[in-house]
């Protein structure tokens, strides 16, 4: 499926980088959502947009940092990472919150 | 504990042989969603189940919604090792915002 693409498919940062993951849906779905999957532990959502506003947000820590330019695109900017936010990051879509989600193939980040 | 439990954690099959995945909530489940992952890559949609008793099919894949149990089963007859893989439910359920997901089961398959 490539109605949600994800960029870059595996990125290696160190502490002091600063990087971005970008997401992108074809499928004209009006909510994006950013998940977070680290090993042994279940998916976690880490925002969540609805037509380019934030609608939620997990307590995430602030060195990640979402973006959403428009419907279509989403972003997190990343700064000052630790070692354990080395995870499976997912980006997903929907038509709108609540409805089932789509998600792209994941950002495999490390973070050395 | 965690809103939605998956059983089990891991699965190994003898190809052919048929298997279940069950997922329970703590909670009144108001809609389910199975999900199959291979690893390190996205989630493809499988399922979704939203009223009691409702059970849907794909190809060998069958799921069931038992809403006084709060739970889901997902069941593989004959299995090929293209079902291999992580199997996810993710589920809206009472007093959660989100939806939000089991740990996940892995499934292998041996020739």
């Known amino acids: 499926e490539t109605g949600v693409t994800q960029t870059p498919r595996h990125l290696v940062m160190g502490m002091t980088n600063k990087k971005s993951l970008k997401c992108e849906q074809h499928?004209?779905?009006?909510?994006m959502y950013w998940y977070k999957q680290s090993a042994k532990k279940p998916l976690e959502l880490m925002f969540v947009?609805?037509?380019?506003?934030?609608?939620e947000n997990n307590s995430v820590p602030s060195r990640f940092s979402p973006e959403c330019p428009n419907s279509s695109h989403l972003f997190l900017h990343l700064h000052t990472l630790q070692p354990e936010d080395s995870a499976l990051y997912l980006c997903?879509?929907?038509?709108?919150?609540?409805?089932?989600?789509?998600f792209g193939p994941g950002t495999r980040l490390t973070v050395t | 504990s965690q809103e939605l439990e998956q059983s089990p954690q891991s699965l190994i099959v003898q190809e052919g042989k048929n298997l279940t995945i069950n997922c329970t909530s703590s909670k009144t489940l108001y809609g389910l969603y199975w999900y199959k992952q291979k690893y390190g890559e996205g989630l493809i949609f499988l399922m979704m189940?939203?009223?009691?008793?409702e059970e849907k099919s794909h190809e060998k894949i069958t799921a069931k919604l038992d809403e006084k149990k709060q739970q889901s089963s997902l069941h593989i007859t004959a299995s090929q090792p293209s079902h291999a893989g992580i199997y996810l439910c993710g589920a809206d359920i009472q007093g959660a915002q989100k939806l939000v997901f089991g740990q996940g089961t892995r499934l292998t398959i041996n020739p």
């Open positions: 189940l939203q009223k009691g008793g």
């Open positions: 499928l004209g779905h009006n909510a």
């Open positions: 947009y609805s037509l380019e506003e934030r609608v």
């Open positions: 997903a879509s929907s038509q709108d919150v609540g409805f089932k989600q789509y």
